[in-house]
């Protein structure tokens, strides 16, 4: 009753102050209510201050209590959706309320934030025996009746489990975040659900279809959100979609954005590891990817990237109508594994790519681009390390995550500017170089030298190594640990010292010399 009232009293304040005529120099709160929540709750535990800031099981209360234009701000730590056992119980985002993640609890702005180690707040599904994923919730967020203005930013959303067969609308479909704006329920879904997510993980999600985020927009609905600056992986699902799921069938729409997202190890028993894209009969499925990276996706039958299909059946026979159309911008295909179409399948849609970096060596026909192929790279894109998605930090959304671009990438500077957003995903500026890098990462030259020269080259010699300069104590060096790279350099000089060998192969020491590693 406290914290309803103190909403309440937060509310009056708010339209007060829209009543003043004179301009003054007011914080966020003197346009919009802020709410705050933390793990343990403190002081009042109304939501009035990070001093009083409501509890985990309280998120949802927030949410609900917000009226237009609030924001809900939500220090580091894990959050669940119910304190109970019913696995039916999610998160739930609303229109023109802003949900802000990985505060650290003494922040007035979310700008204030520092994503130094990714997102640290965490809605998980794990709500029973934290020790088995088969009795979490069925959706860790469950979206209805949603535009854009409902944002969510910052979050890791992760351990959501829907098992159950999909036998109707919501059973089995998108454990991590499922936006349904199905036409075939408009009584509770509305026909559209449009949300926007920023600056999020979604991982360790398991479900029938979609896995990771199922976009529902069957039968004259709409669900096409917008991604910005997320990451989706080691999501699975049982049948198809296992990072994303997009289902515009019958006269629908679900036809996302994404800019800057990493799409990586997600698998689907079935179909479409990365992402499947089903428009069939009159719908739309039309996504649209700037900036992303698809890579190291699997599925068991066919499309470990992406899928298009555009077939009016359930077994993806003829006729076909409707549309299936993914068009990739600056982005990266590649490392993606299936029998058939391991970067993309096309069954009766399509997929057109420009300025991006595909892997076309084994796309036998009809799965090929579709249009103009303008700027396309079909050599290897040259990641940091695409065996450690956090690379040597352990930190996602930072300059050393292994799907981040090698200094000898060829995808530096090989995009076209235009639909590039300012920031990558690590937070940098998106555009450094002469024009936008492919993938999510803009290249970040930092003080590593990386190794270039052929096997018994000396390590002496600037130009072995790219930038052109021998490294000193104050540099990081990385040796290729590849058949691309021969990595053998030979150290003549007495004593070498470099700060750390990062995936590094074979170094000779010959006569007397000795090489010292600091940290």
């Not at 098992?163 to 075939?184: F, H």
Request: hydrophobic residues 40%.
């Amino acid at each position: 009753m406290k914290a309803q009232q103190t909403l309440q009293m937060l509310h009056q304040y708010k339209k007060l102050l829209a009543t003043l005529t004179v301009i003054l120099s007011l914080p966020l709160i003197a346009n919009a209510t802020i709410l705050y929540v933390s793990t343990t709750g403190a002081g009042l535990t109304n939501g009035s201050s990070w001093a009083n800031a409501f509890s985990e099981f309280q998120l949802q209360f927030a949410i609900n209590s917000a009226i237009s234009g609030d924001s809900i701000f939500v220090s580091c730590g894990v959050y669940r959706p119910t304190s109970g056992t019913n696995r039916s119980i999610s998160f739930a985002m609303r229109n023109n309320i802003k949900i802000f993640g990985s505060f650290q609890g003494f922040e007035n702005q979310p700008g204030e934030r520092a994503f130094s180690c990714g997102p640290c707040t965490i809605l998980s599904g794990n709500i029973n025996n934290s020790n088995i994923s088969t009795d979490n919730s069925y959706k860790v967020i469950l979206n209805r009746n949603l535009n854009n203005s409902a944002l969510l930013d910052g979050f890791v959303i992760r351990d959501g489990y829907d098992q159950r067969n999909p036998a109707s609308i919501e059973m089995g479909l998108g454990a991590g975040i499922y936006n349904g704006g199905s036409g075939a329920m408009p009584g509770s879904e509305g026909s559209l659900c449009s949300p926007t997510i920023r600056n999020c993980v979604i991982q360790n999600n398991y479900a029938a279809f979609g896995a990771g985020i199922f976009n529902n927009g069957h039968q004259n609905g709409n669900a096409s959100p917008i991604l910005d600056n997320c990451i989706i992986f080691n999501n699975t699902a049982s049948i198809s979609g296992g990072g994303i799921d997009n289902f515009g069938w019958i006269n629908g729409n679900a036809s996302p954005t994404l800019n800057n997202c990493l799409v990586v190890n997600n698998f689907a028993s079935l179909r479409a590891g990365g992402m499947y894209c089903w428009g069939g009969l009159g719908g739309n499925a039309n996504a649209v990817l700037n900036n992303c990276t698809f890579a190291n996706n699997h599925a068991v039958s066919l499309a470990g990237g992406i899928i298009a299909d555009n077939s009016d059946n359930l077994d993806g026979s003829p006729p076909f109508s409707g549309n299936a159309n993914i068009v990739l911008k600056n982005s990266i295909l590649w490392g993606n594994t299936a029998p058939q179409g391991p970067q993309f399948y096309l069954n009766g849609g399509s997929v057109s790519a420009t300025y991006s970096n595909i892997d076309m060596a084994n796309q036998s026909a009809p799965h090929q681009l579709t249009g103009s192929t303008l700027g396309n790279i079909l050599s290897y894109p040259a990641f940091l390390d695409s065996t450690s998605i956090m690379g040597l930090d352990n930190c996602l959304m930072t300059n050393d995550d292994g799907f981040a671009l090698n200094i000898t990438s060829i995808g530096i500077n090989a995009g076209i500017d235009g639909d590039t957003i300012s920031i990558d995903l690590s937070q940098n500026n998106r555009v450094i170089g002469l024009s936008v890098d492919l993938g999510p990462y803009e290249y970040v030259l930092s003080d590593t030298c990386v190794w270039t020269g052929n096997a018994n080259q000396s390590w002496e010699l600037a130009q072995n190594w790219m930038p052109e300069r021998i490294p000193d104590a104050d540099q990081m060096v990385r040796i290729p640990n590849s058949a691309l790279a021969p990595n053998q350099p030979v150290i003549h000089n007495l004593h070498v010292i470099c700060r750390k060998l990062w995936n590094f192969g074979i170094v000779q020491l010959s006569g007397f010399s000795t090489l010292t590693l600091k940290e």
